[in-house]
Structures are given as structure tokens and as C-alpha cells.
Nanobody
């Protein structure tokens, strides 16, 4: 059974950092493009970034470049989202998702499996 699980969310003060993790069961993360998305209350799900399978190229939403970094640990079968300089507007539920191939996409519809999400709250 294909399953994705996010972890690492929580409450953090503005300017702080969090590292989210995405692990899988039923498949190997390194064989697929893995995306991160987020959804704030009352808003549509938006893209954060993506890491390709095989060669680990990364892509980010322009507004998040320089603050967010995606990486993968093949030995741990885990994809990470490092978030620095967090702002209140980063508050959202963060999801990881699996592409249907090793390539990346920033289109929500290009992902066929999703985790349950992890809450990130940035507040003083």
C-alpha cells in the first residue's frame, strides 16, 4: 500500500526554523518526484517545491526561494523541507506528494499520492 507521512510541524516564532520530513511506505521515494505543497485556512493548496527522483534537482515557488530547501536522504527514505526565516504567512498545513514519475511538476494534478499533512504555525 502506497503511503506518505509528514512530520515535524509545530508552533514556531517568526524568524524561526522548522524541518519537515516526508517518509513513505510501499515505494521508494528516490524513484519518484516528490513535491511539497501547503494550504492555509480558506485558501487553495499552493505549491512549495519539488525534488526529482534520480538526480535530486530541486524547484521552488519563486516567493520561497532562499528560505526553503528540499533535500532527500535515500538511506532513510525521507524527503525533507527545511524552512528558515519563517513568517506568519507561512502558517499552513504542509503536504508531501508523489509524482507519477521521477520528474517534477508544480501542478497539483500531477501528483497521485498525498500525505495527511502536518500543521505549521508561525506566531509570537
Amino acid at each position: 500500500q502506497v503511503q506518505l507521512v509528514e512530520s515535524g510541524g509545530g508552533l514556531v516564532q517568526p524568524g524561526g526554523s522548522l524541518r519537515l520530513a516526508c517518509t513513505s511506505s510501499g515505494f521508494t521515494l528516490a524513484h519518484y518526484g516528490i513535491g511539497w505543497f501547503r494550504q492555509a485556512p480558506g485558501k487553495e493548496r499552493e505549491r512549495v517545491g519539488c525534488i526529482t527522483g534520480r538526480d535530486t534537482n530541486t524547484y521552488y515557488e519563486d516567493s520561497l526561494k532562499g528560505r526553503f530547501t528540499i533535500s532527500r536522504d535515500n538511506a532513510e527514505n525521507t524527503v525533507y523541507l527545511q524552512m528558515n526565516g519563517l513568517k506568519p504567512e507561512d502558517t499552513a498545513v504542509y503536504y508531501c506528494a508523489r509524482r507519477t514519475s521521477y520528474s517534477c511538476s508544480m501542478n497539483v494534478r500531477a501528483f497521485d499520492s498525498w500525505g495527511q499533512g502536518t500543521q505549521v504555525t508561525v506566531s509570537s
